[in-house]
């Protein structure tokens, strides 16, 4: 299973950017697609999951209503809307997935077993 993330770059606070995350390999229908952050000499953190099974959306505080997580099935592709951005948001974006995940590991980056390569995102004006 591979993963590949994309879509990062720099953009002014108040502004968007939407990642994509594409899976290879495996059943894409049966994962949950995580996104995770790590800024700078912080540790990896939770940002956003879609559940496989159930089609359910969750979020960290720090980002509910302003990012939204969704997935197209069709395209094997996951996605990260992120709106109204804040200079606190950036760091590095990973996506990842697992196809076993229960619900209180969402938000656990140990608990998922395959990881993209990560994009920068930088908010600064």
């Known amino acids: 299973v591979q993963l590949q993330a994309s879509g990062g770059g720099l953009v002014q606070p108040g502004g968007s950017l939407r990642l994509s995350c594409a899976i290879s390999?495996?059943?894409?229908?049966?994962?949950?697609i995580g996104w995770f952050r790590q800024a700078a000499g912080k540790e990896r953190e939770f940002v956003a999951a879609f559940r496989g099974s159930a089609a359910t959306t969750h979020y960290a505080d720090s980002v509910k209503g302003r990012f939204t997580i969704s997935r197209d099935n069709a395209k094997n592709t996951g996605y990260l809307q992120m709106n109204s951005l804040k200079p606190e948001d950036t760091g590095v974006y990973y996506c990842?997935?697992?196809?076993?995940?229960?619900?209180?590991?969402?938000?656990?980056?140990?608990?998922?077993?395959?990881w993209g390569q990560g994009t920068q995102v930088t908010v600064s004006s």
């Open positions: 990842a997935a697992d196809s076993r995940l229960i619900l209180s590991s969402l938000r656990t980056p140990d608990e998922y077993d395959y």
């Open positions: 390999g495996g059943t894409f229908r049966t994962y949950t």
